[in-house]
Every structure is written in C-alpha cells, then in structure tokens.
C-alpha cells in the first residue's frame, strides 16, 4: 500500500441528513490517513449542513440545486488529490475500504477508472435491503476485467483523466449518469476494471414500496438510455442478460398461465413451469449468492420475489420509458450526444 498517496473523497449530497453523518464517521474512521473529504451540498433543505459542519471535511454549499453530476463536478474541481473516490452520502466506508483502495491505486496505470460495489449485506437490516444489496452486488462484479459501467457510489479515477474528459455530464437524466460517464471513459481509451474488495456499505431503507419504486424508476431511465445508446442486448451491471431474461421469462409464464385458465389445457401449465424452472437455472448465480450472504430461507424469499413480484415494477417501469422515448426521441438524441 502506498500510504502516500492523497486520495480525495467526493460526497454530493441532497437532503441525506438521515444518512450523512454515518457516511462521514465511517470515512473518518478509516485505517487509511492520506486522505481529504469534499462535501458538496446541493442546497438541502434538511439539516444536512449542520451535521457536516460537526466532521472536518471540506464542505462547497451549492448556491441553487443543480443535481448529483454538477456537485461531483464541484467536489473535484475543490479537491487536492491525485486520485478522487467518488462515493454516495448513503454509503458507509469499511475501516479498510480507503487501504485497498491505497493498494489499488499502487498497482494500477493513470489511465485505468477503478470500481467498488456494494458489501452484500447492507448497513441496515430487513429483506428488502439485503435482497437489493445481494443483487447490486454480485450483478456489478460480474465482470472484474471488464464491466459495461462503474456505478458513481465508488468509482476512483485519476484526477487529470476526469478533468480531461469533462468530468459528469450535468444536462442528462435525473440517474444514469455514472453509466453515460463510463461508457464516455471507455470511448476515450480508458479502462475500466472493477475491484470486488472495495466495498461500501449501502443505507437502503428499503420497504416493499420503496423497492418496487426504486425499480420502476431505474428501468424507466435504464430503457430510455439503453434505446438511445442501442445497447439493450448488453450485459451491463445490473441490467445484466439474466435479469432481461428474468423479465422476459415472466411475461411468458404469465401468457401461459393465463391461457391454462383460459382452455384448462395441461401443456400450458407445463410450458409455464418448465420456463420457471429454466430462468432458475439461468439465475442459479444469483440464487448462490443469496444462499451464501443469508442462507438458504433468505435465498428462497429472494429468488421468489426477484421472478415473481419484481419484475412488474420493472415492465412497467421499462414500458413507460419506450413511451416517453418514442415521443422525444430527438429531444434524447441532442441530449446524449456527448463527447
């Protein structure tokens, strides 16, 4: 590990005063000492300002708010460092998060964008958090060498190479914006590569309702992106190929299960079935990896809820994002044409 590396710390954060103050007394914690901490505040209207004021970060306080991108933006442009972490003021640092990322740094060329993820397990507790964390989790450390993306909640990149390539775009959708950043990276000549011992803990505060939301909200910006970009075939990160194919495998058993109410025919109930059983197969990675973090009741709840509840959140959530494309597709096309 070189300890002498400075390695800037970047937290935009909007009305996070539930979750800001964890995030900052874990960073502080840290077994790692180079490092400084850029708190941009996107004009909260919480008492976000108070609790940062308590921890001896640096803290830019936007004067209107202007989104996630153009704070990260902020955030590097304030910082000192070589190399700047970028995390979520709803993530938790491990004590040894900032030392991989030391070792990380060390091993690696200028020229290469690093990635963590989330731990499996969340800072909070309760189905819903850890269903998300499991399935962030394993989809983004799929692919170490090569991922599609590296996802905005722990990306760390050499501070020249983000100033080169204009850093975050701030006139694109509301999410997304790490993806359509990355895949700028790349086009670039840029690596991008992903480091699974680099974790942070994710505050969800998940319930049912929250979590269909989050998905319905996700797969609409994810579509809309992914017709423009034409890459909805792509396996990437969390929209990965065994997810799309999770969904498609629901609408087809729900076809086939309407039609054995329908005619009471024996061959639809078993086309049903047999689909089922096929996307566990194609899933069976995933269904390890909710076996391996809470065992094999949670893995059962989990893989029920990700082929059976979960993907009607996502349809729709993709349906109204064909919608809103088709109707301003060159509106999107002027937008995402960023170089």
């Known amino acids: 590990m ?12 909007y009305n ?36 940062i004021g308590q921890f001896p970060c640096r803290l830019v306080s936007l004067k ?55 731990t499996r397990l969340p800072y909070d507790k309760g189905f819903f958090n850890a269903f998300q964390s499991v399935f962030v989790n394993y989809s983004e450390t799929k692919n170490i060498d090569g991922p599609d993306y590296i996802a905005a909640h722990a990306m760390i990149i050499h501070k020249q190479a983000f100033i080169k390539s204009g850093g975050f775009s701030e006139d694109f959708l509301p999410i997304m914006e790490d993806v359509e950043f990355s ?43 992914s017709l423009n970009n034409k890459d909805i075939l792509v396996d990437s990160g969390t929209a990965s190929r065994e997810f799309k194919i999770n969904i498609l495998s629901y609408g087809a058993i729900l076809a086939f299960f309407i ?33 391996e973090t809470k065992g094999t009741e949670f893995a059962f709840r989990a893989f029920l809820y990700y082929s059976v509840i979960y993907p009607v959140p996502v349809g729709m959530g993709a349906c109204a994002g064909l919608i809103d494309y088709l109707f301003k597709k060159e509106t999107y096309k002027k937008a995402f044409c960023r170089e």
């Open 2 to 13: 070189n300890s002498r590396l400075l390695i800037s710390v970047i937290i935009p954060n």
């Open 16 to 51: 996070k005063a539930s979750t800001i103050g964890q995030c900052l007394e874990a960073v502080f914690s840290s077994a790692y000492r180079n490092f400084e901490v850029i708190v941009v505040d996107d004009c909260s209207e919480d008492n976000s300002l108070e609790i």
């Open 259 to 291: 039609l054995w109410i329908l005619f009471h025919k024996f061959l639809f109930l078993f086309s049903a079935t047999a689909i089922f059983a096929l996307n566990a197969f194609i899933s069976r990675k995933l269904l390890r990896a909710f076996h």
């Open 183 to 225: 895949h700028r990276l790349r086009r670039s000549g840029l690596r991008l590569i992903m480091n699974p011992a680099i974790q942070v803990g994710h505050i969800f505060n998940f319930s049912l309702y929250r979590s269909i939301k989050n998905a319905a909200r996700k797969s609409r910006y994810w579509a809309i992106y």
């Open 64 to 118: 209107t708010h202007s989104g996630a991108s153009k704070a990260r933006n902020i955030g590097a442009k304030n910082s000192s460092g070589s190399y700047l972490f970028f995390i979520d003021a709803d993530c938790v640092l491990l004590k040894d998060t900032l030392s991989i990322v030391g070792s990380t740094l060390s091993a690696t060329e200028a020229d290469v964008v690093i990635g963590g993820t989330y």
